[in-house]
Nanobody, 129 residues
């Protein structure tokens, strides 16, 4: 059984930083991509960043230059470093994985939510002005 467990959320002031982690247990194909999504109140789930098995990365325009996605295959862990946080970054953040093979293209937004079949429970990020 695949499990994704996020951590690292919290409350920060605008301009602050947080680092989210997502530990994956169980078997997920190494050819699959992983991603971070977020969902603010009364809004749909938005792709924030994604990384595929070749290390290709894409970001939502709203976070480019501020957020960095990375993964440590040895630790089965996905990260999201979030700097220069803004109040509009406030949301529940979810980690997602899929068996692939899905290519991530840097010039395109992250793949849509329906592309992913494994999800974490989410971690709340709240940014105050």
């Amino acid at each position: 059984q695949v499990q994704l467990v996020e951590s690292g959320g919290g409350s920060v002031q605008a301009g602050g930083s947080l680092r989210l982690s997502c530990v994956v247990s169980g078997y997920v194909s190494s050819s699959g991509s992983m991603a971070w999504f977020r969902q603010a109140s009364e809004k749909g789930r938005e792709g924030v960043a994604a990384i595929d098995s070749d290390g290709n990365i894409s970001y939502a325009d709203s976070v480019k230059g501020r957020f960095t996605i990375s993964k440590d295959n040895a630790k089965n862990t996905l990260y999201l470093q979030m700097n220069s946080l803004k109040p509009e970054d406030t949301a529940m953040y979810y980690c997602a994985a899929e068996d692939g093979p899905t290519m991530v293209v840097a010039s395109l937004p992250p793949p849509p939510p329906w592309q992913y079949n494994y999800w974490g429970q989410g971690t709340q990020v709240t940014v105050s002005s």
